[in-house]
């Protein structure tokens, strides 16, 4: 759940009390929020920000056409990029930002003393 609420210690009691029960925690920040995340954006891109909808049950009409779109012909997602070539591409990106950040300028001085 991406949450903290199964960490504290009135779950972990309550779990431990139910050893029937086989809890599967999935990791902060796991890659399967970055899939769902990127599925809303296909809907976002494909659907929603190049349609006109003049009313809700438009709006929702064309999201439920893109939903059966797409479990008609379902497709994984799969990361396509290696670690290497990801870390390349961040460093290109701070390289250009801190090119591109100005000079700082001295703050002024705000009393004979310096201060």
């Known amino acids: ?3 903290a609420t199964h960490k504290t210690k009135l779950i972990r009691d309550w779990l431990a009390r139910r050893p029937h029960y086989h809890v599967h925690f999935t990791p902060t920040s796991a890659s399967w929020i970055n899939q ?3 599925w809303f ?3 976002t891109e494909r ?3 190049r349609g006109v909808h003049c009313s809700v ?3 929702e009409r064309d999201i439920r056409a893109f939903i059966e779109a797409t479990n008609a012909d379902p497709k994984p ?3 396509v990029k290696s670690a290497d070539a990801i870390l390349a591409s961040v460093k290109r990106f ?3 930002t801190l ?3 100005p000079e700082p300028t001295p703050l002024p001085r705000t009393s004979d003393a310096g201060h």
């Open 47 to 49: 659907a929603i920000r």
């Open 99 to 101: 090119e591109a950040a």
């Open 57 to 59: 049950d438009e709006l």
């Open 1 to 3: 759940d991406n949450s």
């Open 94 to 96: 701070c390289l250009r």
């Open 77 to 79: 997602f799969r990361w």
């Open 41 to 43: 954006g296909l809907l």
């Open 36 to 38: 769902v995340e990127r």
